[in-house]
């Protein structure tokens, strides 16, 4: 008989994710309470008011944005840990992210003056591309190089190649252009209007429905791609699947939310170790589930209820996301055994 103690988890798992969606509307620099949010959506009790427009316009793009970038990443994580068969490949680690930082880099460092909904695409189609070329250079690369270490060090080589380019970028920059991006490198959920979220969420949706159609092949790919050739996949045409669906996740989060760091890395260990399984129709939505959980978290956090500070939310998931992955690698020494 099939076991429904995995569906129970991610019951609980959807419960926990939408009680932190209230508490993430709700805290902040102005408390707003489970009644008045319920008024504002069902209700013209506060239409127009000053509670309608911080909710509408302002709370539920960043809480809306919070569970799609951190679902996104962790997806994207899982997809590259199970595709390097590498237990610490992630979209940061791998320089990933990186690439898509240098993509967004050329557009706002260049003084190019795009506004409106092409603004939010362009952003966007460079972070992608960016992630997309240093993705696959690494895939390039792994052909050849099976020892994790030697591709993970190569990896951190791409990110910190495409971060020289980007300083030699800001030196010939204007200080506005500078200070934007600067800016922009903190981490922020809280930066999408409702016109820019059109191009979000079906990036991040499309990214997502390319990567799940993968969760057969990614069980194989668990046992080595030999073993996936036997089962008649075609290992072509899965790499590219999975390329263009972590190129799609890891750039538009970089490129609306900034480079968000450890999320990718940590999440995929945390689901494995919570359903004690390799299965990837499990991982897959528990993935989504606890990476929405952990950057919604790390967004209550770094908004700093009560006050009226608000801090870099890739302050809060470096602080938070360091400290989980030592202890998942001191904790778990045996760590890649699920990955062949």
Not at 179 to 194: D, E, I, K
């Amino acid at each position: 008989m099939k076991s429904t103690k995995p569906y129970r988890f991610l019951a609980g798992l959807s419960f926990l994710l939408l009680i932190l969606i209230f508490f993430s509307v709700s805290l902040g620099s102005v408390y707003i309470s489970p009644n008045e949010i319920f008024q504002v959506l069902f209700s013209d009790t506060f239409n127009e008011s000053a509670i309608y427009n911080i909710i509408i316009h302002y709370r539920f793009p960043k809480t809306i944005t919070s569970v799609f970038a951190g679902a996104a990443l962790g997806f994207a994580g899982l997809q590259m840990q199970t595709l390097f068969r590498n237990p610490l490949a992630g979209p940061f680690v791998l320089g990933i992210s990186s690439g898509a930082s240098l993509g967004v880099a050329l557009l706002v460092l260049s003084g190019i003056g795009i506004t409106g909904i092409l603004a939010s695409w362009s952003m966007a189609i460079a972070s992608i591309v960016g992630s997309s070329i240093v993705l696959l250079l690494v895939l390039l690369v792994s052909i050849n190089i099976r020892d994790s270490m030697s591709l993970l060090l190569i990896g951190l080589m791409f990110g910190a190649f495409t971060s020289a380019i980007v300083s030699v970028l800001q030196y010939f920059s204007s200080a506005n252009d500078i200070q934007n991006f600067l800016f922009w490198t903190f981490g922020s959920t809280g930066n999408l209007n409702w016109q820019e979220m059109k191009v979000f969420i079906p990036v991040v949706v499309g990214g997502m429905a390319i990567g799940y159609t993968q969760a057969k092949p990614l069980n194989a790919l668990l046992l080595g791609e030999n073993y996936a050739q036997s089962m008649g996949l075609t290992i072509k045409k899965v790499r590219i699947a999975l390329v263009l669906s972590t190129s799609l996740l890891a750039g538009v989060v970089t490129a609306f939310c900034g480079p968000i760091a450890f999320l990718g890395l940590a999440v995929p260990h945390i689901a494995r170790i919570i359903f004690k399984s390799a299965n990837h129709h499990v991982l897959i939505p528990a993935t989504l589930l606890l990476g929405a959980i952990l950057l919604l978290i790390c967004d209550i956090i770094a908004q700093m209820p009560g006050l009226d500070l608000i801090l870099p939310i890739n302050a809060i998931t470096s602080l938070f996301g360091a400290p989980v992955v030592i202890w998942l690698i001191v904790k778990s020494k045996n760590m890649s055994r699920n990955f062949g």
